[in-house]
């Protein structure tokens, strides 16, 4: 199984609750930044930089996340800032979903 689609498996509306409608520039909303940082944990993409050029390498994996094109470096670190607490709370039910599959 390749990382997009276990990202798109696990990473879906189900762990992350929608957000509430809010005013000014849609962005790309906390269900895609989560499965580019996911994704980025699974590849070992430790750095915004490696990020953004490895998505840039890779157009399928944009696409294939969600994402209307790749995401600037400096988006991708506000992300970092602003899901942390959550994306250990999406890693917390991954493992506990793989755990229940393999015991």
Known sequence: MDAC???RLFVNKVVV???PRRRGN???GRLKAL???VY???KGLENDTRIVEHLKRHRRVVKALGLPRVPDRT???RWWRRCFSLLK???TSFSNLLQLLAP
Do not use: C, D, K, N
Request: glycine share 10%; charged share 25%; net charge negative.
């Open 5 to 7: 689609e276990v990202v």
């Open 17 to 19: 609750s929608p957000e």
């Open 26 to 28: 849609p962005g790309y």
């Open 35 to 37: 499965r580019v940082l």
């Open 40 to 42: 980025s944990r699974m």
């Open 75 to 77: 988006t991708i670190g």
């Open 89 to 91: 709370e999406v890693f």
